[in-house]
Each structure stands twice: as C-alpha cells, then as structure tokens.
C-alpha cells in the first residue's frame, strides 16, 4: 500500500514567477519604429502590434508580452541595444505580476 501511495504522489512545483515586458510612452521614438519592434522582439503581428502602439500613445504604456524572469530581461536588454543602435531613446521595462 505505502509503495503505491507513493507512485501516485507527484512533487509539488512552484511556478516561475512572470513578469510583464512593457514599453513606455515618449516623445521621440516614431510610431513605425514601436510597431517595428514589436513584431521584431515580441512575433506580433502588424495589427496587433498597431493595436499595442496605439496604446502606448494614448495611455503612457504598453504590454508586449509576459515571461519568466530570464527571458523578460533579455528581451528589455535586446529592445534597448536595438533602440540604441537605431538612435532611437524608446524605454523598455519589465514588472512583476502579482499572483
């Protein structure tokens, strides 16, 4: 019986916590350059990465995607290093989500 009960006992594990990628509204970085690395970085298509840009604008901030840890901050790192290079100052952040 205890080896049975054991079989059908599976370990409990916790999930990742996740963390959203956002970019942030300013007044510099064109509005085809958001759409450009949205569907660049975060495999979204043109409408919605027009719908995402829209938001940006009209409310300050913008959900590109949500991630474990890891990959959220490579994503800022890389969206930041393309920005750069491209002279562009658009800002890319992450925050955690509350469970």
């Keep these: 019986m205890a080896q049975t009960l054991a079989q059908n006992t599976k370990p409990k594990v ?3 916590n996740r963390f959203q990628v956002l970019l942030l509204n300013d007044d510099y970085t064109t509005m085809d350059f958001v ?3 949205l569907t660049k970085f975060f495999s979204k298509s043109e409408e919605a990465a027009q719908a995402i840009m829209l938001k940006i604008h009209l409310e300050g901030e913008g959900i590109c995607g949500v991630y474990p840890h890891d990959i959220a901050q490579t994503k800022v790192s890389q969206v930041i290093d393309f920005s750069r290079k491209k002279e562009q100052p658009l800002v890319c952040v992450i925050r955690e989500l509350k469970a």
Aim: net charge positive; aromatic share 0%; charged share 50%.
């Design 14 to 16: 916790k999930k990742p």
């Design 35 to 37: 759409v450009e690395i």
